[in-house]
Nanobody, 128 residues
Framework: QVQLAESGGGLVQAGGSLRLSCAAS????????MGWFRQAPGKEREFVAA????????YYEDSVKGRFTISKDNAKNTVYLQMNSLKPEDTAVYYC?????????????????????WGQGTQVTVSS
């Protein structure tokens, strides 16, 4: 079992920044990759970013490239999502997720059903 706990959400003006954290506990050594997803009201959960457990490979959704950065601190078993130049359309509940086994390719990390464990989510609201 892997437990995930997100924090760092809040209300920010457009153009501002937030850093989300996802603290992992339990059998974290079995994790293959970690991902961030978001879900706005009335919309499906969508991929934001993912990182291999080693931290060497990252993936981003096109709309956040150049604005968001995913990183991890292995010593703290924590994954971060630094969000800069925030836009009102970034408003959503943000979730972190853990994938245990190897995937056939990195593109699988963009699919919510690929992941085995999920956090409870943290609200990010960007005002215009």
């Amino acid at each position: 079992q892997v437990q995930l706990a997100e924090s760092g959400g809040g209300l920010v003006q457009a153009g501002g920044s937030l850093r989300l954290s996802c603290a992992a506990s339990g059998r974290t050594f079995t994790s293959y990759a970690m991902g961030w997803f978001r879900q706005a009201p009335g919309k499906e959960r969508e991929f934001v970013a993912a990182i291999s457990w080693s931290g060497g490979i990252t993936y981003y959704e096109d709309s956040v490239k150049g604005r968001f950065t995913i990183s991890k601190d292995n010593a703290k078993n924590t994954v971060y999502l630094q969000m800069n130049s925030l836009k009102p359309e970034d408003t959503a509940v943000y979730y972190c997720a853990s994938r245990i086994g190897v995937t056939p390719s990195g593109s699988y990390l963009q699919i919510p059903s690929t992941y085995d464990y999920w956090g409870q989510g943290t609200q990010v609201t960007v005002s215009s």
